[in-house]
Nanobody, 126 residues
Framework: QVQLVESGGGLVQAGGSVRLSCIAS????????LAWFRQGPENERTFVAA????????VYADSVKGRFTISRDNAKNTMSLEMNSLTHEDKDVYYC???????????????????WGQGTQVTVSS
């Protein structure tokens, strides 16, 4: 089992950048497929990006491809999301998620992940 904690959200200007981090406060991230999801106040939680344990096959939602970069450092038990060229559509609560890599499921499906952080708010201003 793993406990996830996000950090790094806040207020950023449109066109700007922010870096989110997710750490394991308990357990190790190495056996896990890791992902970022986001959710607005009246929206469902949607997939942003995922990264496998070897960090060699990142997957991105079309809406963030080319702007966001997901990464992980298993030795430091952390995962990050570098977010560039932010727009108002990126304003959401961002969640990190984890699931054991050998469990079958769709990478971009919320239902695949059993472990979630508490979320961190990203607000984009004009």
């Amino acid at each position: 089992q793993v406990q996830l904690v996000e950090s790094g959200g806040g207020l950023v200007q449109a066109g700007g950048s922010v870096r989110l981090s997710c750490i394991a406060s308990e357990g190790t991230l190495e056996p896990y497929l890791l992902a970022w999801f986001r959710q607005g106040p009246e929206n469902e939680r949607t997939f942003v990006a995922a990264i496998n344990w070897a960090a060699d096959s990142p997957v991105y939602a079309d809406s963030v491809k080319g702007r966001f970069t997901i990464s992980r450092d298993n030795a430091k038990n952390t995962m990050s999301l570098e977010m560039n060229s932010l727009t108002h559509e990126d304003k959401d609560v961002y969640y990190c998620a984890a699931e054991l890599r050998w469990r079958v499921g769709v990478v971009s499906s919320e239902g695949r992940y059993r472990y979630w952080g508490q979320g961190t708010q990203v607000t984009v201003s004009s």
